[in-house]
C-alpha cells in the first residue's frame, strides 16, 4: 500500500510542498493523455489509498472527490492527440504532467514523478517506479487523472459512437481497431498509433 515515506524524508530535508504527479492514457489510440499533479496534507489518512489501476471503477470514483476536497492543492491538465503526434507519448506525457505541476493553486517546490524518468520541470523532482504503488501523493494523482481520463472517454463516445470508446476507453482491443479499420480514424484518434493501418495497406 502507499505510504508518506518518500514525502516524509523529502519534508525532513526542508521542503515544503511535495506534489505527486501521474499520467493516464498513454496506451490508447485516441484521445489526450492526461496528467494529474496533488500535493496532500501531512499524514492525511484516506482509506482505500492506491494505484489506480487496482482499484473498482466506483472506488476511484469516491476516491476522486475525497482527494479534491481534501489535498491542499491540485491541477489535472493534458496534451492533446495533435501534440502526442508531434512531440511522441513519452514526451507529451511530461508536457502534461509539467503542466499539471504548474497548474497548482499552492506551488509545489518539489515533484515526485511516477515511472522512471522526468523531462523539463522548473522545481526539483524525483521519479519512483511503480509510484502510485508506493507514494500516497502519487497514488491520489494516478486516480485524478485516470478518473478524468475515463470521463472524458464518456462523453467522447457521445461524438464518435461508432467506436465505442466508453466501452475500451481507446486502447487498442479488437473492437476498436475493427472500428477504426472500418470507419476510418476520427479527428481524436492519434495518427501515429494506427501503424496497424499502414502495415495492412502496403
Partial sequence: ?????????????????????DEAGRGPLLGPVVAAAVILP???????????????????????????ERAVAYAVA???PEEIDEINILNASMLAMRR??????????????????SRGFTIPTETVVKGDSISCSIAAASILA????????????????????????????????????KFGPSPI??????????NENS
Fill in 189 to 198: 484518434h492519434r495518427r501515429t498509433f494506427l501503424k496497424f493501418l499502414d
Fill in 1 to 21: 500500500m502507499p505510504s508518506f515515506e518518500y514525502e516524509d524524508r523529502l519534508y525532513s530535508e526542508g521542503y515544503t510542498a511535495v506534489c505527486g504527479c
Fill in 42 to 68: 501531512r499524514d492525511i489518512v484516506i482509506e482505500g489509498l492506491n494505484d489506480s489501476k487496482k482499484l473498482t471503477e466506483k472506488k476511484r470514483e469516491r476516491l476522486f472527490d475525497i482527494i479534491k
Fill in 78 to 80: 493534458e496534451a492533446s
Fill in 146 to 181: 485516470k478518473v478524468t481520463r475515463d470521463r472524458q472517454c464518456v462523453e467522447l463516445d457521445r461524438e464518435y459512437p461508432e467506436y465505442n470508446i466508453a466501452k475500451h476507453k481507446g486502447y487498442p482491443t479488437k473492437e476498436h481497431m475493427d472500428a477504426v479499420r
Fill in 100 to 117: 499539471a505541476v504548474e497548474a497548482l493553486e499552492v506551488p509545489a517546490d518539489f515533484a515526485l514523478i511516477d515511472g522512471n524518468q
